[in-house]
């Protein structure tokens, strides 16, 4: 079954300098994986999605996947304070596209 | 656009109780989710409806019964309370699945649960 690590738990950054945060998985058969960022105030919203190995940039926001090294990465360029959120990485099922794995988080804080 | 409700906000139960949470989608979506998420954890799938008349239980779904009202409402009921639980319960809708097997999911604020 497909078991999904974030890493590290947590991490500061300065303002400005480039945020990056892992996530490994255990099943390389999925075929979408997102990342996500949880505010306690604003709810859970959706960053970046990718398909294919390579690179998804969404604004500040670039998704890296390496399905052989079953290991996908989020980088925030310029980050601001109000980056500071947890970080959650998503993986489907191999069996089910409708079912997501998730990861436990990278709690980022960007200081100013 | 559209906007997820869950009610209540804020929920107090005692050990043993059913306890039922609501959750409202205006997106038109077909497909809605309830997860758990305990803190400091990643969220786990309870239940899931991929269209009004359907039921799919996830990885989490002991414990829970959930009922599709009609397309927009998806309830979860916690069957049997268990003291000093604490979790947040976050709904989800989205799409029906297409060609490309991905639709994205759109969340509500959640329901904190406490159990005493």
């Keep these: 079954q497909q078991k999904v690590q974030q890493s590290p738990e947590s991490l500061t950054v300065s303002e400005g300098a480039m945020a990056s945060l892992n996530c490994t998985f255990s099943d390389g058969t999925s075929n979408n994986f997102r990342w996500y960022r949880q505010h306690s105030a604003k709810g859970l919203e959706v960053l970046v999605s990718i398909f294919s190995d390579g690179e998804k940039e969404e604004g500040r926001f670039t998704a890296h996947l390496n399905r052989a090294n079953l290991h996908v990465s989020l980088h925030i360029r310029e980050p601001q304070p109000s980056d500071s959120a947890v970080y959650l990485c998503a993986v489907s099922r191999g069996d089910s596209n409708y079912q997501l794995i998730w990861g436990s988080g990278t709690k980022l804080i960007i200081k100013p | ?116």
């Design chain 2, 1 to 116: 656009g559209g906007i997820i409700t869950q009610t209540p906000k804020f929920l107090i139960g005692q050990e043993g109780q059913k306890l039922t949470l609501k959750c409202q989608q205006n997106f038109n979506h077909d497909t809605m989710y309830w997860y758990r998420q305990d803190s400091g954890k990643g969220l786990r799938l309870i239940y899931y409806s991929i269209t009004e008349n359907d039921l799919q239980k996830g990885d989490l779904s002991e414990g829970y019964d959930a009922s599709r009202e009609k397309k927009s409402s998806f309830s979860l009921t916690v069957t049997s309370a268990q003291k000093n639980e604490m979790a947040v319960f976050l709904c989800a809708s989205s799409l029906r699945l297409g060609g490309n097997n991905y639709a994205e999911q759109f969340f509500g604020p959640g329901t904190r649960l406490t159990v005493l």
